[in-house]
């Protein structure tokens, strides 16, 4: 039966072409009040002015938004989603003054993770990851791009892709898998008698493959970074997963520039991700190129780094930026994709509408996904979060809370509804 969404206070449409918003494009977000939506099965059907909607579906059942905003279901199109134990003790060490990438090199940090993720079953790795997305459902995500990346043995990197799998099955949320082989090298890697070049071997020669035929990934992701993989190796790798069908993202300039980002655009990568770091020929070659530039505020706060990504800079330039959390449990413990919007209000200086629509029709533009959701609009899956505020200026203003009342996924109420 069809739903008629009525009486909301606003509707955040987001509407306008299938694709990134780039540049002045990003401070054009439509608001519509006195308007309903309409939903039949998995898409949205209708958008409009109520008394006109109202008539025309006069069957619908009615769902009443209570003096809410509605507005598209948040995309999360970055984030570690599969691991097991928490790592609060590094966020100590580093109060201390000891780096992240220090950490990394005393065998902490992803190091940790990989040790931990090792050692666990399939069925223990899913059993913890399914509250965790439903924690970030409840605050008004309904699509979560999830990386594989702490396994760093074909083994393990398949078990966590298909925890990812299970997962999509388990939940009514949309998961778009990402196989992140290359998040590090890992530590048998480091010293003889294995060598790097062996470990970027085994993930060209036997994960991909692997991945690839089974089907279990839509991207891949590498860590390119000084210390971690060189611009060199991400050509490598990446050009290796795109013959396997692979769309391409990176973790570019995060904590150093290295020309990653400019990578990112000669490889037509969909996103390059971070970019605290980025140089300025990085930002010409994402504002000239059709790479999505994500931007994970909540990262740099977490790390206690003083510098945040360009993002005025990226969007004066012309680019298209997206909002995600990177929520993992190393650098981003956040599943509280609201508080990444108010971190982009308040440290990246954006507008509210630009923030709205980079954590909506941008984020799933960096999943490939911008004809699918992201909108409010006839045609898109009826992917939508409604929020107990009354204007969508409040959902980054009460910053921390959970305002996030009910969402839909493909017409399934997901959390709250
Ligand atoms: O996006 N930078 C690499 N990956 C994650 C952190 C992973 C971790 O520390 O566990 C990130 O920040
Ligand atoms: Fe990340």
């Avoid at 940790?112 to 965790?132: G, H, I, K, Q, T």
Wanted: net charge negative.
């Amino acid at each position: 039966m069809p739903l008629l969404f009525d009486n909301a206070a606003q509707v955040v449409t987001c509407a306008g072409p299938p694709r990134a918003r780039r540049g002045n494009e990003m401070g054009g977000l439509e608001v519509l009040t006195g308007a309903a939506v309409v939903t039949e099965g998995d898409r949205i059907v209708a958008v409009g002015p109520r008394d006109t909607v109202r008539a025309a579906h006069p069957g619908a059942a009615v769902v009443d938004c209570g003096g809410r905003v509605l507005m598209p279901g948040l995309v999360d199109s970055h984030t570690h989603g599969i691991f097991g134990k928490p790592r609060h003790e590094e966020q100590e060490l580093r109060a201390a003054g000891v780096g992240y990438m220090e950490i990394a090199k005393r065998g902490g940090g992803i190091h940790s993770s990989v040790r931990d993720l090792r050692a666990r079953s399939e069925d223990d790795l899913f059993a913890l990851a399914l509250p965790r997305l439903r924690r970030l459902a409840a605050h008004g995500t309904t699509t979560v791009e999830v990386k594989s990346g702490y396994g760093l043995t074909p083994d393990d990197e398949i078990k966590s892709l298909r925890v990812i799998r299970r997962l999509q099955q388990a939940l009514p949320l949309r998961l778009v898998p990402t196989f992140l082989g290359a998040h590090e090298i890992p530590v048998e890697y480091r010293a003889a008698p294995r060598t790097r070049e062996e470990y970027i071997a085994l993930i060209v020669e036997d994960m991909l493959p692997r991945v690839a035929a089974e089907g279990l990934a839509a991207f891949a992701d590498i860590f390119c970074e000084p210390g971690v993989y060189t611009t060199d190796e991400a050509r490598v790798i990446l050009g290796a997963a795109r013959r396997h069908g692979l769309q391409l993202k990176l973790h570019a300039d995060e904590l150093e520039t290295a020309g990653a980002a400019e990578l990112a655009a000669e490889l037509g990568a969909v996103s390059a991700d971070h970019l605290a770091a980025v140089s300025e020929g990085g930002i010409k070659a994402l504002a000239a190129g059709q790479t999505v530039a994500t931007l994970l505020p909540g990262t740099m706060l977490f790390l206690g780094r003083p510098r945040q990504a360009p993002a005025r800079t990226l969007i004066d330039a012309g680019a298209a930026v997206a909002l995600a959390t990177d929520f993992n449990p190393g650098t981003s413990p956040t599943v509280n994709f609201p508080l990444v919007l108010t971190l982009a209000v308040s440290q990246l200086r954006l507008r509210v509408s630009e923030a709205v629509l980079a954590a909506t029709v941008n984020g799933a533009a960096a999943l490939g996904l911008a004809a699918e959701t992201g909108q409010v609009a006839p045609g898109y899956s009826a992917d939508l979060a409604l929020f107990d505020i009354e204007d969508v200026r409040e959902l980054p203003y009460w910053y921390g809370d959970q305002r996030c009342h009910a969402t839909w996924v493909r017409g399934v109420p997901a959390h709250g509804a």
